[in-house]
């Protein structure tokens, strides 16, 4: 086969290396805006209507929450407008205006300070800033009376209490270009073997011995699902070794789609090989789009041309039950692997070996090799062992410190 020279692929790997960093810097971006709430983009203060009102309780709640109680006049903005366009039409008097000016006493609201006002502030600070009796100006929405607050703000752009999960997006986003960074130099990303990988060989293996095909199902989704990604990488390995065994592989496809990459994968691992004479085409199969005429037509082939092997691997739904139970009674060993979580569980009862989740797609990884997703393993392997020593972390404090766990709450 034709090589690149060093420098086309040093080149090659730097345009990938831009793309891929584009589009995570682009997703942490949406990440980053997503924790901004839109709602909370309040008004200038000059925009609120405003009244005099008074608190009538100031206290902290069982979960040490500052809560304020206070009382003032809701005042129907909508209708005060529609009455203003009467007045100025001449449609009615100005005795007939102040009559129906609505005013309604709203008594015994409550008020979580710490939230709306967005100050840095501890519940205590806060009981004591707005002491019972004291007169305070409540501002309420221009287009709704009902939502009110003591202090409006001017245009705030950030979630104050989502602080933690920008700080988690930004540390995971900066771990993936910390692993990618090392893989573009050069530097192995170790990545523990996949069990599941081993399954795969001794069935094909064992179809070998006895001289029968080994029968691949790619999943129910189209080429745009994770799973059936993932399948694609898993089907390069699992053909390369037929080829290698001289087993015939037999692979149905749902989608035109898949089958059209199915058989450039397969047929690539025959040429790897050396034996693109032995490639048959054939038995790169498009079956049926309905969901159940393409699970008949599976089992047609298990019955019919009874595969030693058969591996399910990408996203299945109600018919993996009737697929390894057919598998199962033909006698064929079955590896499957799968992240539906709704069908693991037929999966193990009636396969060989399952690769449940995240196996899956580590398996994917581990055979791909490719910077981008080893990095995205890495990167969730080490942020997930995080999160579990801080939840750790958390349920000694609350346990042992429950004082000291309280005064961090405060900081996030």
């Known amino acids: 086969m034709r090589t690149l020279p060093a420098r086309s692929t040093s080149t090659m790997h730097r345009v990938q290396l831009g793309v891929a960093f584009g589009l995570y810097a682009l997703c942490a971006v949406l990440a980053v805006i997503a924790i901004f709430r839109p709602e ?16 009538t309780a ?9 809560r304020i109680r206070y009382e003032y ?42 939230v709306e006002t967005g100050q840095r502030l501890s519940p205590g600070e806060l009981v004591a800033r707005y002491t019972t009796g004291r007169t305070v100006t409540v501002y309420q929405h221009p287009t709704d009376p009902a939502t009110a607050v003591l202090v409006p703000g001017g245009w705030t752009w950030f979630a104050g209490d989502r602080t933690n999960v920008c700080l988690a997006v930004l540390a995971f986003t900066g771990m993936f270009f910390h692993f990618l960074s090392r893989a573009g130099r050069g530097k192995e990303l170790y990545l523990r073997r996949v069990a599941g990988l081993d399954a795969l060989e001794e069935a094909i293996g064992r179809a070998t011995e006895m001289g029968r095909p080994v029968l691949y199902v790619p999943g129910l989704d189209d080429i745009e699902s994770a799973p059936t990604i993932a399948s694609m990488v898993v089907l390069g390995h699992v053909a390369s070794i037929t080829a290698e065994y001289d087993t015939p592989i037999i692979v149905p496809c749902r989608f035109a789609v898949v089958l059209s990459i199915a058989e450039e994968t397969v047929r690539e691992a025959y040429i790897v090989n050396n034996k693109a004479d032995r490639y048959n085409p054939d038995n790169i199969r498009y079956l049926s789009g309905e969901q159940f005429a393409y699970t008949s037509s599976i089992n047609g082939i298990m019955l019919r041309e009874k595969p030693a092997a058969n591996l399910y691997m990408g996203a299945f739904m109600a018919e993996s039950l009737i697929l390894v139970e057919t598998g199962f009674s033909a006698g064929s ?80």
Do not use: N
């Open 58 to 66: 100031s206290y902290l709640d069982a979960d040490g929450q500052a």
């Open 333 to 412: 060993i079955q590896v499957a692997g799968t992240p539906s979580v709704m069908q693991i569980p037929f999966f193990i009862v009636a396969c060989d070996y399952t690769l449940i989740g995240e196996e899956y797609y580590a398996a994917s990884a581990y055979l791909s090799r490719a910077p981008d997703v080893l990095s995205s393993i890495k990167t969730a392997d080490y942020f997930k062992a995080a999160t579990l020593a801080v939840l750790l972390a958390g349920c000694l404090l609350k346990t042992f410190w429950p004082e000291l766990m309280l005064r961090l709450s405060l900081l996030f």
């Open 40 to 55: 909370a983009i309040r008004k200038p203060a000059t925009l609120w209507t405003h009244a005099s009102g008074v608190v």
């Open 73 to 114: 006049p809701l005042k129907d903005v909508r209708r005060k407008e529609a009455l203003d366009r009467k007045l100025a039409a001449g449609e009615i008097t100005e005795a007939s205006y102040q009559a129906e000016m609505p005013e309604i006493r709203s008594s015994d609201a409550v008020y979580h300070a710490s």
